[in-house]
């Protein structure tokens, strides 16, 4: 859809160095994306929900018959590894602030994946400042400075750089055209690409994407007509791009053939993200009936049978393409204070890592430094002298029943898991309202991923009203004592500043796992009401069109919109 448009308007404040991205020049670009892409985008998220209300009436998920020539087609493959992508035995993830920037280029992992979605808290400082410190870092000229007065700057050798925009549901209300928010993924995609991109290609390198939270081949299509029309603008060489889509979806889990179809010029691989993956089984299926209930959050892992099915899936998928097939994170975070549980947590991670290894993958993420060597060295025991094992295709067979089937998983749920859900959701979204992504929480690493698991299925077992192991049943009347409980142990002894944190967190808790209607992310809801600079935020209800006012390009929304 190419449509006329407008200047875009910056409506957030401007801090040190912000003119450095927000540049007419660069504004100019990323309203050229709007204008050709806007509309698509749009109609594909429309598209989405209409997909979950088939799904919700009743609609089972199945490999599509139209792309059955794709799947059975076995000779095409997807473009070979581009410079700095041939070795990706360990990425390491993390927000794009600058003190995780330093560590993470001075971490000896193989890729850096500059997070500006799960691990970020999109705030318009985060983002755009997120934007000066990739700017500064593709450059070489990242330096953080310690409370202590110690100046950390970068060393010579650097991981790759690849850069993790926001997913196409979510929305930018500091830069406005036509009076209506702009994609955040255009904005992230944009701002970085025209600043960034020329100067990666003259260093070696190239502009490298994850793309997140996909859930079609269509969808696919739209980002890779996205990088033919970037290169495009900025004179840049078709095929220079390289993106690894991230395999989070359910919905996606069967279009994995097609997805890396559309973007085989551009394609680097897929990653099993394992966190959003289970958080898209049970938001896809929580209307459906009790067999789809999931048991505790941890008693969900990756040999558990539908995960097994997927991951054995994207391995074969991606090697039969030619594509690297990228593991998920480690969730455990160690700890620098306490030997044992250190050791205990890379005991765990590396028994992960060579798993993964074992089963075919080529790399995957960490998100801690201390834990890129145990990362290698499993992948070492493996790969040995090679870069990846493409070449390898496992003898699998994986069927649509296979991949939502919870046969051979012990649908058990505990007060104890109740009591974890809310308690996690409770202590993760008061940081990220705080403004942190990425957050250590008992021995784990959380992001928006891991907590989407927590609310949702809160929502689902409160909709089945779900029997504990102990006997009750989950109802409201039981979360309510619940959440009050744990409001009271995480309340006590602090400030009031720190208290209403944790209130705001109780109400996107109870805005999101609690009602009628369980949305499909708490991030649209949360950001609007917490995270945009105040005096843009909505006071009084938030209702879905308010959220979705970046989708209206058929024109002008109201000129009351606080957005």
Sequence with gaps: MNR???TPTVRGTMHPRFDEIVTPEALAFVAKLDSEFAGRRAELLQARRQHSRRINQGADLDFLPETKSIREDDTWQVAPPAPG??????EMVSPANRKMAVHALNSGANVWLADLEDAT??????IIAGQVNLFDAVRGQLTYDESNGEKLSVGEHRPTLVMRPRGWHLCEKHITIDSRPMSATLVDFGLYFFHNAQKLIDLGAGPYFYLPKIENHHEARLWNDVFVFAQNELGIPQGTIRATVLIETITSAFEMDEILYELREHSSGLNAGRWDYIFSYVRTFAQRGEEFVLPDRDKVTMTTPFMRAYTQLLVDTCHKRGAHAIGGPAA????????????RALNVVRAEKEREASEGFDGSWVAHPALVETCQVAYAGVLGGKDDQRDLRPSISVTATDLVSLDGVQQTIS???????????LRYLAAWIGGRGAVAIDTLMEDAATVEISRAQLWQWLRHESQLAEGPFVTRDLLDRVVEEEMTKLTRGLDDRHTERYQQARGVLEETAFGDYLPGFFTTYAYVRYLIDRPLRISG????????QSENVGGP?????AA
């Design 4 to 6: 006329p448009n407008g």
């Design 85 to 90: 992508l041939h070795d990706r035995r360990c």
């Design 121 to 126: 808290a999109p705030t318009w400082q985060n």
């Design 332 to 343: 455990v975070n160690p700890t620098l204070q306490d030997e044992e549980r250190r050791l």
């Design 415 to 425: 007060l104890q898991g109740v009591r974890t859900n809310v308690s996690v959701a």
């Design 541 to 548: 209800p938030i209702d879905k069109e308010d959220i979705r």
């Design 557 to 561: 929304v109201g000129a009351t919109s």
